[in-house]
């Protein structure tokens, strides 16, 4: 099969660090145009807006979609309106009844929607699953904490209502977490904390249960300096389980399993040709709607202003 | 068929004002056992729990669930498990996840799961819609504006997190939004006002569109005295249409097309009968969602303090 004909849109740090190395890697796929504000790259031609591109360049089959959250919808909808496939960076989209809109869209249409997670896709993720499922869990326990100025350096975007905040990597560990576990969770409480100066959280607790009672507690924070934590730790019937560092690293009661390097966007490119190739679509909600239910259900503390 | 016996747990003021009445006009229902922490209906056995009820009258086929949202899925649950239908007061939920849990169980089960919105049933709902399915709508306005002092004098749970504030009167006009626009709707913005000593809104302005950019604006307050307005306003190519009253009055440029008493409850009741007959749910989860996206999305205002 000749190579699916891609285009990006909102060329930014996430494209360049992960999103242009996966494409090179993976035969299926020929990036043949980019829109966006500022960002090109070398050698594609840019476009400054996505209707400019998909007037340009008809022969685009799809197109991956990296802009802020907040703006995905609209060109989204031009994309698949205009009969391209469409994969949508993490968070989908800034509302639950857009991206359930898309779906309907995409679905009329029988073009492919993915919604990717590309977390879901780190290389410990599968064992830990499977380690779960033959497991009985005690309690989990989700720490999520990073230093928001080394990731995010001034992202306005971030921090306006709609950015997430805290959330935007927290949504990552919700996305293992609703992979891995064999019972889906639901919140019963949470804490969001928002500097006095920002629009979205800086910080969250959250407090989930499944139809089991099992307890799934989670503790994203922004403010972290030194050491990055990514981990989901769960106490079960066979030992303490810790997948470590984004879902790099997997232990049980402090025995290397498996520790494997990053393979998530050429994993996302792989399972995009993967949908498009069956003319299905992927698009589980349900670390957006975690987040969503987190802030309805939610109590709101104000913290210090935060200034990058 | 004999009526399906129905039990009630959390008796409070929605109940004395409109369950009852509503189950005693249905052939279809006999109202067997109450469960509530203080509340009691004359003549009906009572009990202090819902544990407690279940296992004291095992030939109670369906329950209806009016206590606040934050305590409703762990009743739900056990009934569920006890193999009872389900009757959920709107909200069906705290959360999303939950209702979806609950969805997933009564499914596997068998059972009947009704997520109620009363204001669906108004009188002129039906009507509108049907006009609005012929009309060209040009923008869409929803004004529901309410004393919080007269219609939730001192209910702490509804200030609480999870308890919702002006989205629980507000989601009445998102249930009949959902319902009578000829495409689903999402939020693009939003602003949320919370009382400086309060965990929920007092007030919220939300700006929704459509697939074809139809705008639809809406207006919740909680501090209107005086008249007191639940008006839905479309623009149309046929003339200005206002539903007023919550639902019980059309009129098309000013002239009255239907006038009705309030019948909400008792539909409720004939619904629900009517789905336990055909072995089937009913649990469009719209109107929750775009509250969670109102609180995902809105930017946050904090005025003053709220006392009852």
Sequence with gaps: MSPIKLAIVGVGKIVRDQHLPAI???GNFELIATASRHGTVDGVPAYSSIEAMLEAVPAIDAVSLCMPPQYRYDAA???LDAGKHVFLEKPPGATLSEVQDLIRLADSKGLSLFASWHSRYAPAVEATR????????????IIWKEDV??????????????????FDPGINALSIMTHILPNPVFLTGAELTFPENRDA???????????????????????????????IRAETDKGLMVLESGGSKLTIDGREQLNAADDEYPSLYRRFAEIISAGRSDTDLAPLTHVADAFMLGKRRVTEAFHD
């Design 24 to 26: 090179a890697g993976n």
């Design 77 to 79: 909808r031009k994309a």
């Design 201 to 231: 959280p800086i910080a969250a607790s959250l407090a989930f249960r499944d139809q089991a009672g099992l307890a799934v507690n989670a503790e994203f924070d922004w403010r972290q300096t030194g050491k990055q934590t990514w981990d």
């Design 130 to 141: 499977a380690f779960l499922a033959g497991a009985a869990i005690r309690s989990v326990e």
């Design 149 to 166: 100025r080394h990731w995010h350096p001034n992202q306005e975007w971030i921090w306006q209502a709609g950015g997430l905040g805290v």
